[in-house]
């Protein structure tokens, strides 16, 4: 049978011994220990090879804005009202350069799959949802995009905004969102995105308990109305920093109630970081949810980029790798929960977007991307850098490793 590559030599998750991956037509047609055949060869070298990273929670209509608004707003609220006050002016060609300009960098670093959350409302229209359908289009060669409608100020109190989201959902998006927090009837805003949910049969992805105070939120509104449309498996919440700051017995409380509800959990340790504990001078709180803890009490789970240069996170490179080592560390997790902190980064993303052809296996996508290291301990513990990466089976990107030049003699 005749192969269009094979990928040689290559370690993958949980495997003891390197194995060669044939392709054909874009898919994976073979995994044995060695493929004998004609085909081009491209050697891995004995190196970790996983299906691309997938990020869950990406802004790109408000990526790379440092210059227009600096970036030390404080707080929640104040970073929020920033880019509001930008947005009127935001054009659809703007908006493709700076998410252009990320996607450029997220597939350098081995993204394979992205999860894009799009302010639709008075103030942005439409145009930033119709700039993030040209990437969607014009980077499927490496990239695959989900796109994200949401009202990132509020939707009962914003008129003119459930009509647009309405648009944005009859003109292609893959999903919808929203942000409880910042509405003035926040049990309205549920109830609306989940009636438009059912009714466009969509995934719904919540910006939600965004800080630090746990004796109020809405994950039990969210858990009770996943379960009452019929939703389980289908919702996420983004953020979430409330379980953070939990006692351990509300934190097992919480994670019971997500598991059984079939509600995701996506922590963004850069911006959750960067906003949460303002108010504390010293002994300043993580504010960090331990997804690797939820994951083990039966949650799916995920670590996500979340902002880039703007006043929510004013840094950011699109490596998952690096955000999956950031966790690790303010996490506190030791070498033997590498393995799972690669999995926020990778498999459970892909679940949490239900990505039925992640992952390298016969029949599968032909997503490969070789990191600059023989196994995910090693990965997460030195920030490894990928080497190069596949889509359906076409070489997307290379990253040749530095060439250093010592003195002579």
Request: negative net charge; aromatic residues 6%.
């Amino acid at each position: 049978m005749s192969l269009d590559l094979v990928v040689t030599d290559a370690r993958l998750p949980g495997r003891a011994s390197p194995v060669s991956i044939g392709i054909r037509a874009g898919r994976v047609a073979e995994i044995a220990p060695a493929i004998v055949c004609d085909a081009p060869r491209l050697p891995a070298g004995g190196r970790l090879a996983i299906a691309g990273f997938v990020d869950s929670h990406v802004h790109l209509d408000k990526a790379c804005l440092l210059g227009r608004c600096g970036h030390d707003h404080g707080d929640l609220k104040a970073a929020i009202a920033a880019v509001s006050a930008l947005k009127r002016d935001f054009t659809e060609d703007d908006v493709y350069a700076r998410g252009a300009r990320c996607l450029d960098r997220a597939i350098g670093f081995g993204t394979t799959h992205m999860r894009a959350h799009v302010e639709v409302d008075p103030r942005a229209g439409l145009r930033s949802f119709e700039a993030l359908r040209r990437l969607k289009r014009d980077y499927a060669w490496a990239i695959e995009l989900q796109l994200c409608a949401f009202p990132q100020e509020g939707l009962t109190n914003d008129p003119g905004c459930d009509p647009l989201l309405v648009e944005a959902l009859d003109g292609g998006a893959d999903l919808l969102g929203g942000c409880p927090y910042t509405d003035a009837n926040p049990e309205a805003q549920l109830d609306r995105l989940f009636d438009l949910a059912r009714a466009y049969d969509v995934d719904l992805d919540l910006h939600l308990d965004f800080d630090l105070d746990p004796s109020w939120g809405h994950l039990e509104d969210v858990c009770r109305r996943a379960e009452a449309y019929g939703r389980g498996g289908r919702v996420t919440i983004g953020h979430a920093t409330k379980l953070s700051a939990m006692t351990p017995n509300a934190f097992e409380r919480a994670a019971r109630r997500l598991s059984d509800a079939g509600v995701a959990v996506t922590a963004l340790p850069a911006t959750d970081l960067y906003l949460n504990g303002r108010d504390r001078p010293f002994d300043t709180p993580r504010g960090v949810t331990r997804v690797h803890e939820l994951e083990r009490r039966g949650v799916l789970c995920s670590v996500a980029t979340n902002n880039v240069m703007n006043p929510f996170t004013p840094f950011g490179d699109l490596s998952l790798m690096r955000m999956a080592n950031l966790y690790a560390n303010v996490a506190q997790v030791g070498p033997d929960g590498f393995p799972a902190c690669l999995d926020l980064v990778t498999a459970g993303p892909a679940r949490l977007m239900n990505l039925a052809d992640y992952g390298i296996a016969v029949g599968r996508q032909a997503d490969v991307v070789v990191l600059d290291a023989p196994d995910a301990e090693t990965a997460i513990a030195e920030i490894a850098l990928p080497v190069f990466g596949l889509k359906r089976g076409r070489l997307s990107f290379e990253r040749p490793a530095p060439t250093l030049m010592p003195p002579p003699g």
